[in-house]
């Protein structure tokens, strides 16, 4: 069974910055052979993907909504995978998701929601 495990959330005022990180464990688990992405949810909206990143060697996808402000990155040595997120916008206010694909699955672009395994998110609230 894979955990995953955000944290980084917080407040911070429009234009400011963050960076999410992502822990990801379990028996034998290693994030290089995984597909992974990020995903957020606002109250009261649809989920939005945010993007994803398919495994060594593959593509990086994007939302337009977050296009050129966040950067997404990963560190299969530690298992671990991030968010960069710069010049936020109080409308990036949500509670944010990271995910793995199912073994051996590519992310098809930013709105591909074919999670397998994702936690239980981390707070982002932008705000003067």
């Known amino acids: 069974q894979v955990q995953l495990v955000e944290s980084g959330g917080g407040l911070v005022q429009p234009g400011g910055s963050l960076r999410l990180s992502c822990s990801a464990s379990?028996?034998?688990?290693?994030?290089?052979?995984?597909?992974i992405g990020w995903f957020r949810q606002a109250p009261g909206k649809e989920r939005e993907g945010v993007g994803c990143?398919?495994?060594?060697?593959?593509?990086?996808f994007y939302a337009e909504s977050v296009k050129g402000r966040f950067t997404m990155s990963r560190d299969n040595a530690r298992n671990m995978m991030y968010l960069q997120m710069n010049s936020l916008k109080p409308e990036d206010t949500a509670r944010y998701f990271c995910?793995?694909?199912?073994?051996?699955?590519?992310?098809?672009?930013?709105?591909?929601?074919?999670?397998?395994?994702w936690g239980q998110g981390t707070q982002v609230t932008v705000s003067s």
């Open positions: 995910g793995t694909f199912p073994l051996g699955v590519s992310c098809g672009g930013p709105y591909d929601y074919g999670y397998y395994n």
């Open positions: 379990g028996p034998g688990f290693t994030l290089d052979y995984y597909a």
């Open positions: 990143i398919n495994n060594s060697g593959g593509s990086t």
